[in-house]
């Protein structure tokens, strides 16, 4: 038994008023009674009498025959039991899913005492579950509170007071829930979400502190009716995750500056996980190699990348478990589903558990196709260089002695002449002005080989082989019927080939003359021209069946400049040479096999 009366609410009807009079003063003496008939009075002493449990006579015009459950109290519903006349007893029995705990019919006042007693039993324990639950209420970490869905906030714990900024619940209750939403529209969001769902969980808001700072809240909330004035409330449980989250954008931000960082560099990385067979690649990793940022590749799958003259190197070294694979330094080649094949360079090791299992193994990749490029293209210039420093060389040698001579003889003839202009005056001028022929000629050669240079930056095209070739023959059409030249053409191998036109038609062009020109004389020349294809480059293949060259005897010196083997027939030995820079300036190499009476053969190896 408690230490104080059992406060019981009796609730009464209007026709049966003094039926409750009687009812109370017979049965309920033992209790601290309280007696209402109306839904004003009913809310008054609710909050003012407090009670324990609620008995009520139960007509059909009572105030809450339409719904018991709403004068059951709240947050706690009180126990509830109905005094109910005979004729309504059916409709009652439907009522105990509806909120009523018990029932006495009017005319069996016997098990009214007992009824009661039961009910103040429940009574008790629901009043120690709400001091339990109070306490942990006003104690718990976790922030609680309640407030209406128009903004009022009504009650809360010290938690939820702490995490704002307040001293105490006391401090913030009353205030407007809408004042504390950094963003104002957030907090329509929010109950609009509410309102379709009716609860949410792991909602995540901002709210502001007391002093204007930010807070991240974590939350689970739920919407219901307040049962004595059906105000629509909402109710939550939140935690801070303020430090989560700021250690979640420290986390994003490093990953962002890591993400960059291995872009720039051309980097990435992979993880594989031993217990969990689960491969992670870095944005990095699959921009290497080429895949969509979203999928996820088994390391099955990633094999599928390497290049198969690499692959078994790949999985012993990198991909295979300790024992075979090797901590360190490993280069492949890496082929994408955009056909492009990277030079990558990977550093992997292990991590291992306290028995020395294998926990995970995880490199660093590196495309270093860039890099490498650039490494052949500097020494692709600096071979350039040191080339076109031995044409300079060759070129201040063609001015030291090429020139030397004619400029000698105009001097000696001038001064010769200004001696003595009489007789002999029209030989020595015929004899000057063949000196200033030869200048000239060597001087417009000069020009030419410089003007070559100048193309370099020229519009590069594509070029079809057959068309090339019709272009020449038509230029010097008459000297090929002149000596019945034959053509054989095989372009099959490669039909064209990106190249400046004015560099390779030259280059065929001279060919084709110096064929001609160094024929046999009983037989007619023929010039077969071909074309191979392979990946990285095109083969021009130039033979003709000529009178071919002594290469044990010239051949260090076949493309050089005013070289000539063959002083029978007119020549300056330009021909060769500027075959030779031109094939050059196109980035290609030009090699030649020959014997006497055999005719010669041409190569040419052009990048693509």
Known sequence: ?????????????????????????????????????????????????????????????????????????????????????????????????????????????????????????????????????????????????????????????????????????????????????????????????????????????????????????????????????????????????????????????????????????????WNYNMRKQELTLSTGMRDILGINHKNNITVEELKTFIHPDDIQMVIENILGLPGTAIKGENNFRICRPDQRVIKAASVNTFDYDEQGNVLRFYGVVQDRSALLAAEEARDQITAELISRNKALEQFTYVISHNLRAPVANIRALTEILDMDLEGRSKDLIEKMGASVQNLDTIITDLNQILQIKQLHNAVKEKIQFEDLMRSIRLSIKNLIEAEQVTFEHNFNGASAMIAIRGYLYSILYNLTLNSIKYRKKDINPVIKI???????????????????IDLVKNGDKLFGLYKRFDTSIDGKGMGLFMVKTQVEELGGTISASSSLGEGTIFTMHFPL
Request: proline share 3%.
């Open 530 to 548: 071909s074309t191979v294809q392979h990946p990285d480059y095109i083969i021009l293949s130039f033979q003709d069946n000529g009178k071919g």
């Open 1 to 269: 038994m408690t230490d104080h009366k059992l406060k019981i609410l009796y609730i009464g009807s209007s026709s049966a008023h003094l039926q409750g009079n009687t009812i109370l003063n017979n049965d309920l003496a033992a209790y601290d009674v309280s007696f209402v008939n109306n839904h004003i009075a009913f809310s008054a002493r609710l909050t003012e009498f407090q009670p324990d449990l609620l008995v009520a006579e139960y007509s059909s015009d009572a105030f809450y025959a339409g719904n018991p459950d709403g004068i059951k109290g709240y947050p706690f519903p009180l126990p509830l039991l109905l005094i109910v006349p005979e004729d309504l007893e059916d409709e009652v029995i439907v009522l105990l899913d509806n909120g009523v705990d018990d029932y006495v019919l009017r005319n069996n006042r016997k098990r009214l005492a007992k009824a009661i007693a039961n009910l103040a039993a429940k009574s008790r324990l629901q009043k120690g579950g709400e001091q339990r639950y109070r306490y942990l209420f006003d104690q718990n970490l976790s922030g609680f509170y309640t407030s209406s869905v128009k903004g009022l906030l009504l009650d809360c714990n010290l938690a939820f007071a702490t995490m704002l900024g307040y001293n105490s619940p006391e401090e913030i209750i009353g205030k407007q829930v809408i004042d504390m939403y950094q963003v104002s529209s957030d907090r329509q969001e929010f109950i609009d979400e509410l309102i379709k769902h009716k609860k949410l969980s792991n909602y995540q808001s901002t709210l502001l502190r007391k002093d204007g700072s930010s807070i991240h809240l974590l939350e689970n909330i739920y919407l219901f009716n307040d049962p004595l004035t059906s105000e629509a409330l909402c109710q939550g449980v939140m935690i801070d995750i303020t430090e989560y989250i700021s250690t979640k954008e420290k986390v994003a931000r490093a990953r962002s500056l890591l993400s960059e960082a291995q872009k720039l560099a051309k980097m990435g990385n």
